[in-house]
């Protein structure tokens, strides 16, 4: 079963402008991390966030955390066109490791 | 590209056949994780390996699937007779269990169309 579980939005910006994606989540976890898979092909990890953090930066990348709401998101400050992707959240599921996406968010930077 | 392969990246076959699968990971990876992605949706967890072990297996893999990893390094997964329901994409990934990294590695994947 899927933990993570993001608003399933298609978000369709102009290039420069934000995007802020959320994701929830079900269960106690370890950290949560999104990923980032364009058209078609593998998952790049973007960033992670551990239990006990809040917020965290990385560069153009903010995520947020509330654990007591479960729930976490990522924004995209001045957005590129190359930042067109579906976005996922995961949580790790304790003893396998493994992790447990939610359905992602459509981005779509038009230039 | 991060240092995961996955051959081929395509694979059409028709209802019935057999097909084979091969992932490469990161050469220190001790951990292999395979995970199936269907259309509009993310991942799921399939099956996964610590070195040649395996150790644990989704409900989703059902007897029509099976997966190896013989040396540790390289795994396979095979669909026997495949069927309609299995077209999807099938991703692997790896991670070195023992550093304070919980990142997975993901291959391009493998798109599965069953005809």
């Known amino acids: 079963s899927q933990q993570g579980e993001e608003d399933p939005q298609a978000l369709s910006i102009q290039e420069g402008e934000n995007a802020t994606m959320n994701c929830s989540y079900k269960t106690s976890i370890n950290n949560l991390q999104w990923y980032r898979q364009n058209s078609g092909r593998g998952l790049v990890h973007l960033i992670l966030i551990r239990s006990n953090e809040r917020e965290k930066h990385s560069g153009r990348l903010r995520v947020t955390l509330d654990t007591s709401k479960k729930s976490s998101s990522l924004l995209i400050t001045a957005s590129r066109a190359a930042d067109t992707a579906s976005y996922f959240c995961a949580t790790l599921v304790y003893g396998n490791n493994r992790l447990a996406f939610g359905k992602g968010n459509q981005v779509v930077v038009i230039p | ?115």
């Open chain 2, 1 to 115: 590209d991060t240092g995961v392969s996955q051959n081929p990246r395509h694979k059409i076959t028709k209802r019935g056949q057999n097909v084979t699968f091969r992932c490469d990971p990161i050469s220190e990876h001790n951990r292999l994780y395979w995970y199936r992605q269907t259309l509009g949706q993310g991942p799921e967890f399939l099956t996964y390996f610590q070195n040649e072990a395996q150790l644990e297996k989704s409900r989703l893999l059902s007897d029509r699937f099976s997966a190896e990893r013989p040396k540790g390094s390289f795994s396979t997964l095979e669909i026997q007779r495949t069927e309609q329901g299995d077209s999807a994409m099938y991703l692997c990934a790896s991670i070195n269990l023992g550093t304070e990294s919980y990142e997975q590695y993901f291959g391009p994947g493998t798109r599965l169309t069953v005809t």
